[in-house]
């Protein structure tokens, strides 16, 4: 069939593997926001943020609907949002967000994972503050508006770096003006937004590309794991 249909099937499965991973992340972020603050998206910024997100992975309307149905009902799972530490290969540093109904299974993958992968977990708060948490929303450029005008909009809410990257902008900003950030952004009309709480190193490492390989492995295997929301590292 040519490679054009190799092409096209490998873009699929890659496609279809991102959505298997991200879903269900979406759906408990949903879930946590729905018992935190209520079903209601209007009085709920929390949830307003999670469907956005939802949105901008391009996550089907009725999965979202459905998520947040369920997450309303009385039978839902509970979720506590837990970080765990740890270092990988050639001393990386790594940054781990889950959430979670049974901290002990959690828990037990993740020491698995590490050891299996050439790691250790490390005591929580041992990696913290050689991380900053920020703000950082990401967006398509768009087409009409000019990113100077745009820049200079959101320094009044707490813009601290913009940077575009292939036809992508990055606003980072304190973790404490993510709401006037986002809602700055909303304001504006943009859409495909994507707004999360990330932890950046303070003091980010350079590796070698065979020990980035190495890494990698690592990650993906700690990503790929149920619990985990996200994974942070030092790598520059």
Request: no cysteine; proline share 4%; net charge negative.
């Given at each position: 069939?040519?490679?054009?249909?190799?092409?096209?099937?490998a873009?699929k499965?890659?496609?279809?593997?991102?959505?298997s991973k991200?879903?269900p992340k979406?759906a408990?972020s949903?879930t946590?926001a729905?018992k935190e603050g209520?079903?209601?998206?209007?009085?709920n910024?929390?949830?307003r943020?999670?469907i956005a997100?939802?949105?901008?992975?391009?996550m089907?309307?009725?999965?979202?609907?459905s998520?947040?149905?369920r997450?309303?009902?009385?039978?839902?799972?509970?979720?506590d949002?837990?970080?765990?530490?740890?270092?990988?290969?050639h001393?990386?540093l790594?940054?781990?967000?889950t959430?979670?109904d049974?901290?002990?299974?959690t828990?037990a993958?993740?020491?698995?994972?590490?050891?299996?992968?050439?790691?250790?977990?490390v005591?929580?708060?041992s990696?913290?503050?050689?991380?900053?948490r920020?703000?950082?929303?990401?967006?398509?450029?768009?087409?009409?508006?000019e990113?100077?005008e745009?820049?200079l909009?959101?320094?009044?809410?707490?813009l601290?770096?913009?940077?575009v990257n292939?036809?992508t902008?990055?606003?980072?900003?304190?973790f404490t003006?993510?709401?006037r950030?986002?809602?700055a952004?909303?304001d504006?009309g943009?859409?495909?937004?994507?707004?999360?709480l990330?932890?950046?190193?303070?003091?980010?490492?350079?590796?070698?590309e065979d020990?980035?390989?190495?890494i990698?492995?690592?990650?993906?295997?700690?990503?790929?794991d149920?619990d985990?929301?996200?994974?942070y590292t030092?790598?520059a």
């Amino acid at each position: 069939m040519g490679r054009a249909f190799e092409y096209r099937r490998a873009s699929k499965e890659k496609r279809w593997d991102k959505m298997s991973k991200v879903f269900p992340k979406i759906a408990k972020s949903i879930t946590m926001a729905v018992k935190e603050g209520g079903p209601d998206p209007e009085s709920n910024a929390k949830l307003r943020l999670a469907i956005a997100n939802a949105k901008a992975e391009n996550m089907p309307k009725d999965n979202v609907e459905s998520a947040i149905k369920r997450a309303a009902g009385k039978d839902s799972a509970n979720y506590d949002e837990v970080n765990y530490e740890g270092k990988g290969p050639h001393g990386v540093l790594i940054f781990v967000e889950t959430a979670t109904d049974n901290t002990n299974r959690t828990v037990a993958n993740l020491k698995t994972i590490f050891n299996k992968g050439g790691g250790q977990m490390v005591p929580t708060g041992s990696l913290e503050f050689l991380f900053d948490r920020k703000a950082v929303i990401e967006f398509p450029v768009p087409e009409d508006r000019e990113m100077d005008e745009i820049e200079l909009e959101l320094i009044d809410s707490g813009l601290e770096e913009l940077e575009v990257n292939e036809g992508t902008a990055y606003v980072y900003g304190d973790f404490t003006d993510f709401g006037r950030l986002n809602q700055a952004i909303t304001d504006m009309g943009i859409e495909g937004a994507k707004a999360r709480l990330k932890r950046i190193p303070n003091a980010p490492q350079e590796f070698s590309e065979d020990q980035l390989e190495e890494i990698e492995i690592l990650i993906d295997k700690i990503e790929d794991d149920e619990d985990v929301q996200a994974v942070y590292t030092n790598i520059a």
